[in-house]
């Protein structure tokens, strides 16, 4: 058996976090990885709000369960079977595995995968197995078939994408969810043509990273809507020319700034009622994107008539309709050459033993991606250099 620190989900909580804590470090056992797995040694994990809304009960998952699933690590093993990766390899995780053999995989949508979507509902690995477990023997979940909020973990290979081993690993560990949902939102979904409109609803990690994939397509305007000051001037200095204070008027400010309304709105925040405001700043014509997750209860109440007199379109995008092992290395290249400046997403690093301290920051929206790192970085430092 492997022994691991891991941050273990046990029940469901409103902040604070810290004073009322439901994530607890513990060590735990791992299974050594079997038949198409891999166990990854992770270099920095991000705290996201898919993390938080697990924790508040929006997304109901099955508990106990090691939380984390946006991070990027160095393989350590592999099991049989497994050619893509080797030990020594650096990683960046994908949250949804691919079988490549389902319908959405082979139609070239591996984000809709069907195994590995039952597999994350039901908090194991592609591979049907659950590898993390305490001493006693109890089971733990995985989340997202990552559970990256420990010094180690076992995944399914398909869960992998291998990256070159001179980018700094804290900052890969961003473009396994906020980067690549966010930007490919964007280009992926929406794909607008230079010179269109986009607004962009809810400045988290995703919203950020969607006003820096219009901005590298070219859009104008790019409008980003927040109600805090400080995420709008973020937004400002990645590539938004507006910032527009959240509101029950930022749909008519949108309109007037455009001429009739966007072209397209990305709903970043994971809410029916920001939904409806996007696809109220969005003109005729136009699309409304929704990247956000919200609780499963929540329901938005669109004019539905628009949809056929205006051709509207209201479009899901999930993990920025990506195909991951060719979009994070394209997306990595396109960092490297200074046209995604992702560095400016990371708030803080923190220690394991201080993610409920960091959750109570991302609840009260005072970070955008704070960044884990549960043990000793390889060799080169904290940027994960060779």
Known sequence: MIETKAAVLTGTATPPYATNPVVHIEDVQLTPPGSGEVLVRIAAAGLCHSDLSVINGDRPRPLPMVLGHEAAGVVEETGPGVSDVQPGDHVVFSFVPSCGACVPCQSGRPALCEPGARANTHGELLTGSKPFHRAGGERLNHHLGVSAFAERTVVSAASLIRIPSHIPLEKAALFGCAVL???????????????????VFGLGGVGLSAVMGAHLAGCHPVIAVDPLDAKLELATSLGATHAVKAGDDAPDVIRDITGGGAHCTVEAVGSARVLTAAYNATRRGGQTVSAGLPHPDQRAELPAAL?????????????GSAVPRRDIPRLLALHEAGRLPVDALHTQTLGLAEINTGFDALAAGAAVRQLVTPGTLPSGGANGEA
Not at 181 to 199: D, F, L
Request: aromatic share 4%; proline share 6%; glycine share 16%.
């Open 181 to 199: 949902t966010g930007v490919g939102a964007v280009i992926n979904t929406a794909r607008p043509t230079p010179g269109t409109a986009v607004a």
């Open 307 to 319: 949809l056929v007199g205006e051709e509207r379109q209201v479009t899901g995008s999930y993990m």
